[in-house]
């Protein structure tokens, strides 16, 4: 039997509009967990990855490489699929991208056990690797923006920021969890691989809660209704004053397709481009900059486990900024992005300076510190930018901004890295300043892209 619908069928409400009932506390848990369940997978595959790749003895570039191609079609794809969440439903998405997610760890899991085991050599491994790999940049794509877009359009503008924020740090939280378990994980009969298959079952679990739990939405039925305050609020906000002919020129309208060139949020795209490339420059160079500096090479399980506490730091600060900051200051999405972009830029210019595992780990929490208000900050200004109908255009593109920081810049630090080591650091501190400055000139104040219908 199908799942109920999102909305009375009596009413006849679409489960995207600003009529229906707010998110309760188990629909958003589920939402959390998939973002969640996303992020610990992958942070736990970053924390194992660089020991992996030094016991086959594949280079440093290669490894981090192995990521580009998965970006690069997550680039592709997000947007695709988010404009297909207006035909098919958020639900269904969501449960593709779990999909995606949970197909592409268990077989990337199962190439690196067997190149682990001797079936193949080195380079048959990296491959397989990344050919799996971008199962996830492929169908795990469609998710994040279901998610995003599921949340947005349930929530008023003055909330939507701390709305997103809350969502955004499922993936703070994931990357505590990540690499806090990964170590936990590993099984003495599938060796450094056992993470993967652990969090391809997790997944499962995750897909049979979708099922169960979030009722199916409907994106066919048209509605009109009263926008609640925030997602956990029957309260009306001043958004339900909005003006009748307006509100049916919204919702009777065919959602456009949302061009990367528009100019509400334009500038906020090339915000998010030029902060998340710094930030994952700096991601794909840690794991390797740890193995070094602390001389563990030679030693792999000190080497994840020291990984993992640096990682761990990094995701405790960017919870403080994201659960902590962001709601007890009320800040928008200008604020954050430019505190966002100095903290970033002094935390890596520590970590480019540190010598020590004391130093690393403070670099890398303030560093994160300062990315965890940035990308809400990113993420809410592209969402407040355009109307509700056009939730599910700009949630594909962030997804997609999002993933192409991830296409060349994690490959290139480690070139960076290989030259000079404190050098991709020194970029990134760059480029957060540069970003700081464009910002402050360039970013609509918050408390006008707030107030902005």
Not at 217 to 227: E, Q, T, W, Y
């Amino acid at each position: 039997m199908a799942d109920s619908p999102d909305i009375e069928p009596q009413n006849r409400k679409s489960a995207d509009s600003p009529g229906t009932k707010p998110i309760d506390g188990t629909r958003m848990a589920l939402l959390f967990s998939v973002m969640l369940v996303t992020a610990s997978g992958n942070t736990a595959m970053q924390s194992i990855l660089p020991t992996i790749g030094t016991q086959l003895e594949i280079p440093d570039f290669w490894v981090s490489a192995a990521f580009s191609w998965s970006a690069l079609l997550w680039v592709y794809t997000a947007p695709k699929w988010a404009r297909q969440s207006d035909h098919r439903g958020r639900k269904a998405l969501m449960r593709l991208g779990m999909i995606g997610f949970t197909s592409s760890f268990a077989l990337a899991g199962l190439s690196l056990f067997l190149g682990l085991l001797g079936w193949y050599n080195a380079v048959w491994t990296f491959v397989l690797f990344a050919v799996f790999r971008s199962l996830y940049g492929g169908l795990g794509s469609a998710a994040p923006p279901a998610v995003q877009a599921y949340v947005a359009a349930r929530t008023a503008r003055a909330d939507r920021t701390k709305a997103l924020s809350l969502i955004s740090s499922s993936f703070g939280l994931g990357t505590i969890v990540g690499p806090a378990i990964a170590p936990l994980l590993i099984l003495p009969v599938l060796g450094l691989s056992s993470p993967m298959f652990a969090f391809a079952a997790i997944g499962i679990l995750v897909m049979i809660a979708l099922a169960l739990k979030l009722p199916n939405d409907n994106p066919g039925f048209k509605a009109r209704g009263v926008v609640t305050s925030e997602p956990y609020s029957s309260a009306p906000s001043s958004n339900s004053l909005k003006d009748d002919d307006e509100e049916a020129e919204e919702e009777n309208a065919v959602p456009p397709q949302l061009r990367w060139g528009d100019s509400r949020i334009k500038p906020w795209l090339i915000t998010g481009i030029l902060g998340g490339n710094a930030h994952a420059l700096i991601l794909g160079v840690v794991g390797f900059l740890i193995l070094d500096r602390l001389g563990l090479r030679e030693d792999p399980e000190t080497g994840i486990q020291m990984t993992g506490i640096v990682l761990m730091s990094g995701a405790a600060a960017t919870l403080l900024a994201q659960w902590g900051l962001i709601p007890l200051l009320q800040m928008g999405p200008r604020a954050s992005i430019l505190w966002g972009m100095v903290l970033g830029a002094l935390g890596c210019l520590i970590i480019g300076l540190s010598h020590d595992l004391h130093g690393i780990i403070i670099g890398f929490a303030v560093a994160s510190l300062g990315f965890g208000l940035f990308r809400p900050g990113f993420t809410g200004g592209a969402s407040l930018a355009v109307r509700r109908s056009e939730q599910n255009g700009v949630a594909g593109i962030v997804a997609s901004v999002n993933g192409m920081a991830f296409i060349a810049s994690p490959a290139i630090g480690v070139l960076l890295y290989t030259y000079a080591g404190p050098l991709p650091f020194w970029v990134a501190t760059t480029v957060c300043l540069f970003l700081f400055g464009w910002g402050f000139k360039t970013l609509e104040p918050d408390d006008r892209i707030i107030s902005d219908n």
